[in-house]
C-alpha cells in the first residue's frame, strides 16, 4: 500500500474548503441553531463548488472521488466552526450504499439530487432495543404474496434529519425465517428507501440537551408498503451491503471529530498567545501550552488513521477499511474530547461564555465518543476481530 499522503488534489481541496468555512464560521451556525433554522446557505454553496457529493458517481453529477475527499470538506467545515452533521449520512452512508448496490433506476431518481445537494436521505439503524447491533435488528419487512410488495414494520431511534430528508435508508431485516432465528432477529439485515411521506411512516422528534442544526428523530413504521424496488441491493448479502455504507460512516465520523477539536484547540492558541498575566503570555508556561501541544499531536495521529481508512475503502478493501475506521473514529473522538477539554480549560471562565463558543462544544464533543459506536463496542470490535480474543457476550 502506498503512503498515506495527501496529493497536490487534496492540498487545494482542503484550501478551498476553509476558505468557504472562514466565510461562514462558528458565528452562522450557532446563529442557524439559536433561530431554529438549518444551515441551508452553506448547504447550497457548498453544493454549488461541488463539494456535497465529491464521492458520488461523476455519471450522475458528483465528483468522482472518494471517502477521503468527503472527509477533507467535512474537517476542514468542522475546523472552521461550521460542520454540516448531513455529510456524514446523505452522501457518505446513503449516496455511497446506493452508488455500489443500487440499481440503474436507483441511482438515477437518487444520486444526481444527494450530489448537487437539492435531496437528502437520512439513515436508520440504531434501534431502542438493538443499538446499532445489526443482528439484533427486529424491523422486519415481509412480502405481500398478492402484489408483491414490502410491508415495513418497526422502530428507529436516534435518527438525525428525519424531518427534512426526502427519505431514510431503513435497515431492517427479512421475514423469511422460521425457527429460533426468526423470533430473535438474528438475520441478515437489508436495506429499504423509505420515502417520508408514506403511508403508516411517522416520526417524533427526541429532546436533547444537544443543540444542533440537525434534529434527533424516533421513527415508527406500521405497516409502511414499499414496492418491490424500495429493496437496496440483494436481500441475502447482508453485512457486505451494510458496512458499506458503516465504513463511510465512521470515517466521517473521525473527520467531524477532528475539524470540532481542531476548531476548539485554534481557539485556545489564540487566547494563549494574547491573554497575559504577570507580563507574560499564557501560552508561555508549559502548563498552558503542553497540554495544547499533545491535544495537536493527538489530533494529527488520528488524522492519519482517518486517512489510511478512507483509503482502504476507496480501493475497495473492505475487511481492512472496517477495523481502520473503527480505530480512525475511535481515535479522532478521543482525541476532539481532550481537545475541547483543555480548550475550555485554557480559557478558563471565559471558556464557559457564550461569547467565545467553546462550552457548546462540551457536549457536541461526547456525541463522537458514543455515535455512531460507542468507544467500547470499537475496543470489543478490535479485540475480537484483530487480536482473536474470545467475547464476554
Keep these: 500500500m502506498s503512503p498515506v499522503m495527501e496529493t497536490a488534489e487534496h492540498q487545494a481541496?482542503?484550501?478551498?474548503?476553509?476558505?468557504?468555512?472562514?466565510?461562514?464560521?462558528?458565528?452562522?451556525?450557532?446563529?442557524?441553531?439559536?433561530?431554529g433554522g438549518r444551515p441551508t446557505e452553506l448547504w447550497a454553496e457548498a453544493a454549488k463548488l461541488g463539494y456535497l457529493g465529491v464521492n458520488l458517481p461523476q455519471e450522475y453529477g458528483g465528483g468522482g472521488a472518494g471517502i477521503a475527499e468527503l472527509s477533507i470538506v467535512l474537517e476542514e467545515l468542522g475546523a472552521a466552526g461550521c460542520p454540516l452533521l448531513m455529510l456524514v449520512v446523505s452522501p457518505a452512508i446513503c449516496g455511497t450504499v446506493i452508488a455500489r448496490f443500487g440499481t440503474d433506476a436507483q441511482k438515477e431518481r437518487w444520486l444526481p439530487g444527494l450530489a448537487d445537494g437539492t435531496r437528502t436521505m437520512a439513515f436508520g439503524i440504531t434501534e431502542p432495543d438493538a443499538g446499532s447491533n445489526s443482528h439484533r435488528?427486529?424491523?422486519?419487512?415481509?412480502?405481500?404474496?398478492?402484489?408483491?410488495d414490502?410491508?415495513?414494520?418497526?422502530?428507529?431511534?436516534?435518527?438525525?434529519?428525519?424531518?427534512?430528508?426526502?427519505?431514510?435508508?431503513?435497515?431492517?431485516?427479512?421475514?423469511?425465517?422460521?425457527?429460533?432465528?426468526?423470533?430473535?432477529?438474528?438475520?441478515?439485515p437489508c436495506l429499504f428507501i423509505v420515502p417520508r411521506d408514506a403511508e403508516g411512516f411517522q416520526r417524533r422528534p427526541i429532546a436533547m440537551e444537544l443543540h444542533a442544526a440537525e434534529k434527533q428523530f424516533e421513527l415508527t413504521l406500521d405497516e409502511v408498503r414499499l414496492p418491490a424496488d424500495a429493496l437496496v441491493g440483494d436481500e441475502n448479502a447482508g453485512l457486505l451491503q451494510l458496512f458499506a455504507g458503516l465504513n463511510p460512516e465512521r470515517v466521517m465520523t473521525a473527520a467531524f471529530a477532528i475539524g470540532m477539536g481542531r476548531h476548539a484547540l485554534a481557539r485556545a492558541v489564540e487566547y494563549a498567545r494574547e491573554r497575559a498575566v504577570w507580563g507574560r503570555p499564557i501560552g508561555a508556561h508549559q502548563a498552558i501550552a503542553h497540554p495544547l501541544a499533545q491535544a495537536h499531536i493527538d489530533l494529527e495521529l488520528a488524522r492519519l488513521m482517518m486517512q489510511k481508512a478512507a483509503l482502504l475503502h476507496d480501493s475497495g478493501d473492505d475487511l481492512a477499511a472496517g477495523e481502520a475506521a473503527n480505530m480512525a473514529k475511535y481515535a479522532a473522538g478521543e482525541a476532539c474530547v481532550r481537545a475541547v477539554d483543555q480548550a475550555v480549560h485554557t480559557l478558563g471562565g471565559n471558556g464557559l461564555t457564550r461569547e467565545f463558543g467553546l462550552a457548546s462544544l462540551i457536549t457536541a464533543a461526547r456525541v463522537t465518543r458514543i455515535a455512531p459506536v460507542s468507544r467500547e463496542m470499537i475496543l470489543n470490535h478490535v479485540s475480537h476481530q484483530t487480536l482473536g480474543l474470545p467475547k464476554s457476550y
Design 13 to 35: 481541496l482542503r484550501s478551498a474548503v476553509a476558505a468557504l468555512g472562514r466565510r461562514y464560521g462558528r458565528d452562522y451556525l450557532t446563529g442557524v441553531v439559536a433561530a
Design 150 to 188: 414490502w410491508l415495513l414494520t418497526g422502530r428507529k431511534v436516534f435518527i438525525s434529519g428525519a424531518d427534512t430528508a426526502d427519505a431514510v435508508l431503513i435497515v431492517g431485516r427479512t421475514e423469511t425465517a422460521s425457527g429460533p432465528e426468526g423470533r430473535t432477529g438474528r438475520l441478515k
Design 137 to 148: 435488528i427486529t424491523t422486519t419487512a415481509r412480502r405481500d404474496p398478492d402484489s408483491g
